[in-house]
């Protein structure tokens, strides 16, 4: 079994900036890819940044150039350091890792609100 612990989230004005953490432990080998991926009020998940473990990167659009993901594969951890937030930006945020086939696991979501 594996456990993601999310944390940073919180409620921001519009220009500011937030540190998403994600730890995950349990049973873990390595961590092929992990992300950030968020939820909005009425509309689907959609990707935010992911990173492998070799520290290829991903971003959205919407995303980049103000944001940037991170991991500390001793400490199984991945970050999301987002600057210049936008109202846009809020939702539910979610770390998700995928340690091979069939073993895709998601945190329980943070809450980052970002006022105008």
């Known amino acids: 079994q594996v456990q993601l612990v999310e944390s940073g989230g919180g409620l921001v004005q519009a220009g500011g900036s937030l540190r998403l953490s994600c730890a995950a432990s349990?049973?873990?080998?390595?961590?092929?890819?992990t992300g950030w991926y968020r939820q909005a009020p009425g509309k689907q998940r959609e990707l935010v940044a992911t990173i492998t473990s070799g520290g290829t990167t991903n971003y959205a659009d919407s995303v980049k150039g103000r944001s940037t993901i991170s991991r500390d594969n001793a400490k199984n951890t991945v970050y999301l350091q987002m600057n210049s937030l936008k109202p846009e930006d809020t939702a539910v945020y979610y770390c998700?890792?995928?340690?091979?086939?069939?073993?895709?696991?998601w945190g329980q979501g943070t809450q980052v609100t970002v006022s105008s």
């Open positions: 998700n890792v995928v340690l091979g086939p069939r073993r895709n696991y």
């Open positions: 349990g049973s873990i080998d390595i961590i092929v890819v």
